[in-house]
């Protein structure tokens, strides 16, 4: 009962200034279905950090094998979101559900002789796996699970992400640490918005 949550959020998504000024003005963001997407198909959006969600649009400016597609401009836009029922991993019942999913998904491979998907660097040097097949297949899985059971759709996946080089010695606090919405029904989302500065002006004129 309590995976249904009250409250609007905001997310930010980082993008081409072009597609933006698109999505701005009544063109849809279009779901990401690359079979790498750490939590599943949908919209992703970095919860509460334009900022976060800007520094991601120049890393794919700078490289682009990184993203889908190239971005010549960095841009962020803002969304007011609707979590719904919300697959919400940090919450214990979501936890366990996942791992129960991954269960299933290795006891099928097993049963049908396939391998596991296996998350692998995204480029030269990434040490955080940035390319989730297996993470992407269990949630995947999950969804179709739940489908054929007869449970209700999510509408959304809410996550943090452990993600950089670590921010001092010892600490497990990571410099790009963040949490991630995958929005999978489009109802979910309310509006779209030009993030603002805290003097009132535009984050990005």
Not at 54 to 60: D, G, N, P, R, T
Not at 151 to 167: D, M
């Amino acid at each position: 009962m309590y995976q249904h949550l009250p409250s609007f959020v905001l997310g930010f998504h980082g993008c081409d200034r072009e597609i933006g000024e698109a999505v701005l003005t009544g063109e849809p963001l279009q779901p990401s279905t690359n079979d790498y997407d750490w939590l599943g198909q949908g919209i992703y959006f970095w919860e509460n950090s334009p900022e976060r969600a800007l520094s991601y649009a120049e890393s794919i400016k700078r490289y682009k094998k990184r993203g889908k597609g190239a971005i010549k401009s960095p841009y962020v836009i803002g969304v007011v979101l609707d979590l719904g029922l919300c697959f919400n991993l940090t919450e214990e019942g979501a936890l366990l559900e996942l791992k129960g999913a991954y269960a299933l998904l290795e006891a099928t491979a097993g049963a049908t002789g396939n391998a596991l998907p296996i998350n692998r660097p995204g480029f030269e040097g990434d040490l955080d796996l940035l390319k989730r097949h297996l993470d992407c297949a269990v949630f995947e899985n999950m969804h179709a699970a739940r489908a054929k059971l007869g449970f209700p759709s999510y509408q959304t996946v809410r996550s943090p992400f452990n993600e950089g080089v670590e921010l001092y010695p010892g600490t497990s606090f990571r410099e790009k640490t963040h949490i991630q919405i995958c929005v999978r029904e489009i109802s979910c989302i309310k509006g779209y918005f030009r993030p603002l500065n805290d003097d009132g002006g535009l984050f990005q004129p």
